[in-house]
Nanobody, 115 residues
Framework: QVQLVESGGGLVQPGGSLRLSCAAS????????MGWYRQAPGKQRELVAS???????NYADSVKGRFTMSRDNAKNTVSLQMNSLKPEDTANYYC?????????WGQGTQVTVSS
């Protein structure tokens, strides 16, 4: 049974930083491309960042230069370092494979950027 468990969200002021983590179990993690996704209230879920099995990364234009995704295949984790956060980054953040499997979605972790 596949489990993806996100953590690290919280309330942060504009300009602040957060580091999200996602722990994966039940899959052969190292062979999968992974993604961080987010969904704000009233909006569709969107891909924020992705990383291939070979550690090649790609970012949405809205977060390029501010967010950095990484993976640790020994620990079956992916992380998202988020700097210079903006109010428009407020959303629930999820990890999943890339492209995502419908049945792998977890609860996500809430990020709120507000003064």
């Amino acid at each position: 049974q596949v489990q993806l468990v996100e953590s690290g969200g919280g309330l942060v002021q504009p300009g602040g930083s957060l580091r999200l983590s996602c722990a994966a179990s039940g899959i052969l993690f190292r062979i999968y491309a992974m993604g961080w996704y987010r969904q704000a209230p009233g909006k569709q879920r969107e891909l924020v960042a992705s990383i291939t099995a070979n550690n090649s990364t790609n970012y949405a234009d809205s977060v390029k230069g501010r967010f950095t995704m990484s993976r640790d295949n020994a620990k079956n984790t992916v992380s998202l370092q988020m700097n210079s956060l903006k109010p428009e980054d407020t959303a629930n953040y999820y990890c999943n494979t890339h492209p995502p499997y419908r049945t792998y979605w977890g609860q996500g972790t809430q990020v709120t950027v507000s003064s």
